[in-house]
């Protein structure tokens, strides 16, 4: 997710654009392994967030699989590579003919900090990263928009502002029971001790950091597109992000992701409204390039989609069972219209939730419906 600038961006945005970015091939970090640098406040959370996932972990990656440990852009293992374009820079594209669901890359993070740090902290921090850690940082595209531009006029403390805030990602972290004693400015607190922070104590203890900013370099290369052709998630076990394919991407095809929640029920002028206003740039992506007839199209069946998820999420409509299952093979037949192959985030989350469950059970009865289809023609 996004970060913002130090002086004109909301901490609520989720992805800064990339499309402008100026990358060498050979800027590309190197296949060693590297440990994420995060800030002391943060390690013991992030430790106990990792301890805390790995029992309940599915194992989505390993560690002696090429595709579980860091894959590497131009590697030869890599299915992805790197290319320059036209009018977005270096954008990243499949090296080979792709199939939907593949893992194609799972990489930790090179950085991991808090927002509200001081640009003096800040500054102090990434000063004090070893000579790769900072050629890797300083190797990734900026922030060049006029918002940037005034903020580091205001203060050019912290020199890794504007390449953070264009290729970080703003991340929600596990609410995590910390069975842990409280110390003063360890940022940790148990579920007692946080029930201990009320108006008769004095001296409250600090509570558990609920966000942090991550930096991927590898995943930070990867375009905005309104209709992405793939999906990131974190795996909290391993500390990885992983980028999966949500359609099959044939060889030399470029592979997105969508950089904001909520994209997917908004019709294109408010929704590139909605990037320029928090990034900085005018989004060009295929959806917004297409012919005003698409993009008329596009319009009437992103409304759709809002009504829908609005009907679900409001507790006056009242739709009996059957209702909602209707409101939800609606948004399921204008999502396949639209061909957005992701499960959309909407602005209420257990409208969201729902539907993935709904999408999952509906797959899985397809599925068995043609199987037992298949083995009564035997």
């Known amino acids: 997710m996004p970060l913002p600038l130090p002086t004109s961006t909301s901490p609520n945005t989720q992805r800064t654009q990339r499309t402008h970015r100026q990358f060498s091939h050979a800027a590309a970090p190197t296949a060693t392994e590297h440990l994420p640098h995060i800030v002391p406040d943060l390690l013991p959370y992030i430790l106990a967030v990792v301890l805390g996932s790995v029992g309940g972990a599915s194992g989505s990656s390993n560690d002696d699989d090429d595709s579980g440990s860091d894959s590497i852009l131009n590697s030869d293992k890599s299915p992805l590579e790197l290319y320059d374009t036209a009018d977005a820079g270096v954008a990243v594209r499949a090296r080979r003919d792709i199939r939907r669901g593949e893992l194609l890359i799972a990489e930790l993070p090179l950085l991991v900090w808090e927002e509200g740090m001081s640009a003096v902290e800040l500054r102090r921090w990434t000063d004090a990263l070893t000579d790769s850690a900072r050629a890797t940082l300083f190797s990734l595209s900026r922030r060049s928009d006029d918002t940037a531009i005034a903020a580091e006029m205001h203060d050019n403390t912290d020199e890794s502002a504007p390449i953070r805030s264009a290729n970080g990602f703003q991340l929600q972290l596990p609410d995590v029971a910390l069975q842990v004693s409280s110390r003063e400015g360890s940022g940790i607190v148990s579920d007692g001790d946080r029930n201990r922070n009320n108006k008769k104590n004095p001296n409250p203890t600090p509570t558990p950091p609920t966000h942090a900013s991550f ?9 905005h597109s309104c209709l992405p052709t793939c999906a990131q998630a974190m795996d909290w076990s391993t500390l990885r992000m992983e980028v999966y394919a949500m359609r099959d991407i044939p060889r030399g095809g470029e592979v997105t992701i969508e950089y904001l929640p909520g994209l997917v029920a908004m019709s294109s002028e408010p929704r590139k409204r909605k990037l320029k206003d928090t990034f900085g740039f005018e989004c060009k992506c295929g959806l917004c390039s297409a012919s005003l007839h698409t993009l008329h199209q596009s319009d009437s069946r992103r409304a759709e989609l809002a009504d829908a998820s609005l009907s679900l999420a409001d507790p006056h409509t009242q739709l009996d069972r059957q209702g909602m299952i209707g409101q939800l093979e609606r948004i399921h037949s204008l999502l396949t219209l639209e061909g957005y192959t992701l499960v959309p985030e909407f602005t209420h989350n257990h409208v969201s939730r729902a539907y993935a469950v709904f ?10 419906d043609s199987q037992s289809q298949s083995q009564s023609k035997v």
Do not use: K
């Not at 999408?359 to 397809?366: A, E, K, P, V």
């Open 359 to 368: 999408r999952h059970l509906r797959s899985t009865h397809i599925a068995d």
């Open 215 to 223: 930096l991927f370099p590898h995943i930070s290369r990867i375009n």
